[in-house]
C-alpha cells in the first residue's frame, strides 16, 4: 500500500509575523515529498514512524469532533498494520515535514472532509486551517495550521490576516534569470517549540512589540506585495530591510555561526538571509539578483535553488 504524495512547503515570508497578523507567503516546495505506506519489511525508520503514528492517532482521539472527525477503525486496524510515513522531507528543517503528514492523514481518514476539488471559499479554507491547526498542534505545541494547508492543497497561498487566506497565484519563474531565491543548509536540526518560546517570551516586551509593528511586519507586509506584483527592485529593498531587522532582534534564532555570513551579505548585497520557518537551524532562506555571485560569496555552503527570478 502506498498513499499519494504530499509536498513540503516553504514559507516565504511571514515567520513569526503571521502569529501577530502580519501578511504571509506560502508556496509548495516539491523537491520533498512523503506518502503513506505498508512495508513487508519494515526498517527501522519505519517502525519508529508507526510509534509515532500510534500516539498521533491517540490524540487525534481527542479532538473536538465538531471540529473535526476520523475512521479511527480504519486508521487504528491500518497503524496496527504497520503503516508508517514514507518521507523525504527533512525533519527540523522548516519545510513542513509534520505538515505533509497532518495532510496525508486528513486526507485518507478524515470523515466529511473539505476536498481540494471543491469550490475553495474563504470559509473553507479558514476551517480547512483550523482543523490543521489542531491536527499539527500534537508536533509544536502551537501551530498556524498554514504548513498542512499548504501540502493538503498544493497551491501558494497568502496570508492576509489571521483569518483571511486565500490560494493565490505566484508570478512564473524566470528560467533563465540570474537572480533567485534559495535554501542555505545550516546542517543543524532547528527545534520549533524553544524558538517560538522565546518569541512569546520577548512579546511580553513593550519595546520588542512596537519593532514587531513598526519595522518587521512593515517590512514583511512590503516583500509579500512586492514578491506578487513581479517587482523584483523593491522587493530586493525590502528584503535587505528585513535581514537587518532579523539579525538585529531575532538573533537567537540565527545559529550562531551564520551571524557573521548574514552580516557579509548585508555589506556587501551579494545576497540577504532570513529566517525559513522558525530559526533555530534548518534551512535559512536567501535571496539574491545574481545566484552566482552568491554562490562564490557562500562557497562550502549546500545551497537549493527554490525560484528563479
Known amino acids: 500500500m502506498k498513499g499519494p504524495l504530499f509536498y513540503s512547503k516553504i514559507l516565504l515570508f511571514g515567520e513569526y509575523g503571521i502569529i501577530k497578523d502580519s501578511k504571509g507567503l506560502s508556496i509548495p516546495y516539491n523537491f520533498y515529498n512523503g506518502a503513506l505506506k505498508v512495508d513487508e519489511n519494515p526498517d527501522q525508520t519505519a517502525l519508529k514512524s508507526n510509534d509515532s503514528l500510534g500516539e498521533f492517532a491517540s490524540y487525534l482521539k481527542g479532538l473536538d469532533s465538531n471540529l473535526v472527525s476520523f475512521d479511527f477503525e480504519k486508521l487504528d486496524a491500518d497503524i496496527q498494520s504497520g503503516m508508517y510515513f514514507d518521507s523525504s522531507i527533512p525533519q527540523g528543517y522548516g519545510v513542513g515535514s509534520s505538515g505533509a503528514l497532518v495532510a496525508a492523514i486528513y486526507d485518507k481518514y478524515g470523515l466529511n472532509k473539505i476536498t481540494v476539488l471543491e469550490n475553495l471559499t474563504r470559509n473553507k479554507l479558514s476551517k480547512l486551517k483550523g482543523i490543521f491547526s489542531a491536527m499539527e498542534s500534537f508536533f509544536?505545541?502551537?501551530?498556524?495550521?498554514?504548513?498542512?494547508?499548504?501540502s493538503y492543497l498544493s497551491l501558494p497561498i497568502l496570508i492576509n490576516?489571521?483569518?483571511n487566506i486565500e490560494a493565490t497565484g505566484i508570478p512564473s519563474q524566470?528560467?533563465?534569470g540570474m537572480g533567485a531565491v534559495f535554501l542555505l543548509?545550516?546542517?543543524?536540526?532547528?527545534?520549533?517549540?524553544?524558538?517560538?518560546?522565546?518569541?512569546?517570551?520577548?512579546m511580553k516586551q513593550e519595546g520588542f512589540r512596537n519593532m514587531l509593528k513598526d519595522q518587521f511586519?512593515?517590512?514583511?507586509d512590503a516583500c509579500v506585495d512586492d514578491f506578487l506584483k513581479g517587482d523584483i527592485k523593491s522587493l530586493f529593498q525590502n528584503t535587505k530591510k528585513l535581514s537587518k531587522v532579523v539579525?538585529?532582534?531575532?538573533?537567537?534564532?540565527?545559529p550562531s555561526q551564520f551571524h557573521e555570513l548574514w552580516k557579509k551579505g548585508l555589506e556587501t548585497n551579494d545576497y540577504y538571509l532570513?529566517?525559513?520557518g522558525s530559526g533555530g537551524g534548518g534551512y535559512i532562506l536567501?535571496?539574491?539578483e545574481d545566484f552566482e555571485k552568491a554562490q562564490k560569496a557562500l562557497d562550502g555552503h549546500k545551497l537549493e535553488v527554490v525560484y528563479h527570478f
Open 286 to 288: 536567501g535571496f539574491t
Open 274 to 276: 532570513k529566517l525559513c
Open 247 to 254: 539579525l538585529n532582534h531575532f538573533k537567537p534564532m540565527i
Open 174 to 176: 524566470n528560467a533563465t
Open 185 to 202: 543548509d545550516s546542517g543543524i536540526i532547528g527545534e520549533t517549540a524553544p524558538m517560538v518560546g522565546i518569541f512569546m517570551e520577548n
Open 161 to 163: 490576516s489571521k483569518d
Open 140 to 150: 509544536h505545541g502551537k501551530s498556524s495550521g498554514l504548513d498542512p494547508l499548504n
Open 217 to 220: 511586519i512593515k517590512h514583511t
